[in-house]
């Protein structure tokens, strides 16, 4: 099987090259015809004019290159605006779209850059029913948001599957020791829930929280209890260090319909370096984790709670032992690139009968 992984997606984000790494590992032929806007973009969504420029001047790229001999083409993300080009270089062969995210969905619904009424918002609307119509299979990350992705456009039942998003393993991987921080790693956007982390922390004093990143919720981290360690950013390769060091890995505590439809490549990374998650209950979550077997999960939202759980796994060492060896099983089990390259493969080989 040969697939032509196609667009401006941004090369470097774990989906993208966690899908092509596991297809190859699946003994799928992926050629990569990529034209790069987003990989220097830290807010993507909210860059401007110059970026609208490059992503024409990159669609007119690759619309002149010529096609090759492949049976599919994957759509990666961000790939809302590749389809028209996709469908073009396909000439009538399959088009999947893996797009992660409802553009709609993340800058209304979570990010709330614009109203739900207005113009900008009709517009993603559009975009996103356009480009996931567009596709004759869209691949989203949790059963939860396949069926999200489903209902916005209405999209038939089996034209949507769900593949988890996973880790890279050759970077993620144990052996885990407990240190001496519980670790937060994102953007800092809403459905993080940062707000309810550092309610948690000033509840547990005697704790350590370290956050590496940056992003909307920036000014939230300004007025920051002192056991809260912030860094607004750590390369990509020395994440595997950090959560193999730290006492526990926090997952996402937002309130948000789309925090209760996505597990993070957080989670993914955590589980994948045996390092125990604390992440909060949402129906999402619950596709692959289970509380009090191979994570710990608490209630959105809820500082309290979260900070409870921190003092429990800070002091029962066998807890944190139990839930760190589960969790790294369940991601064997259920998240490994072998697990996913295998389902990835599968969903072409259905689709292409």
């Known amino acids: 099987m040969r697939v032509l992984y196609f667009g401006t997606y941004e090369r470097t984000y774990p989906r993208n090259a966690q899908v092509v790494s596991s297809l190859r590992a699946a003994g799928v032929e992926v050629e990569e015809r990529h034209a790069p806007v987003w990989e220097h973009e830290e807010h993507k969504w909210a860059s401007g004019p110059a970026a609208g420029l490059r992503l024409l001047a990159a669609e007119a790229r690759l619309m002149r290159r010529t096609p090759g001999d492949f049976d599919a083409v994957i759509v990666g993300y961000p790939g809302h605006l590749d389809l028209p080009a996709a469908r073009r270089t396909a000439r009538g062969r399959p088009v999947v779209f893996n797009p992660l995210v409802s553009l709609y969905d993340t800058l209304v619904g979570d990010r709330r850059r614009f109203g739900p009424r207005s113009i900008p918002a009709r517009t993603l609307r559009w975009i996103d029913r356009r480009a996931l119509r567009a596709a004759d299979l869209v691949v989203a990350d949790t059963e939860a948001n396949a069926a999200y992705l489903a209902d916005l456009a209405a999209l038939p039942p089996d034209r949507v599957e769900a593949c988890l998003v996973g880790a890279e393993d050759r970077l993620f991987r144990p052996p885990w020791s407990a240190g001496g921080a519980f670790l937060f790693v994102g953007k800092l956007i809403p459905l993080h829930g940062v707000g309810t982390i550092l309610e948690a922390a000033r509840l547990a004093p005697e704790l350590d929280v370290k956050i590496v990143g ?95 759980t921190m003092r429990t796994v800070a002091s029962d060492s066998a807890l944190r032992t139990q839930i760190a060896s589960a969790g790294r099983k369940t991601y064997e089990e259920h998240a490994s690139e072998p697990v996913l390259g295998a389902r990835w493969r599968a969903i072409l080989e259905r689709l292409l009968r």
């Not at 919720?217 to 390369?235: E, G, I, K, M, Y």
């Open 214 to 308: 940056s992003g909307q919720s920036d000014a939230v981290l300004r007025d920051r209890p002192p056991n809260v360690h912030w860094s607004t950013w750590q390369p990509y390769e020395e994440l595997p260090a950090a959560y193999r060091r730290a006492l526990g890995a926090l997952g996402i505590f937002g309130t948000t319909a789309k925090a209760g439809r996505v597990i993070p490549n957080k989670v993914f990374q955590a589980l994948a370096c045996g390092a125990p998650v604390i992440t909060a209950d949402t129906p999402a979550a619950r596709e692959l984790l289970s509380n009090g077997e191979d994570a710990l999960l608490v209630p959105a939202g809820n500082p309290q709670a979260l900070a409870d």
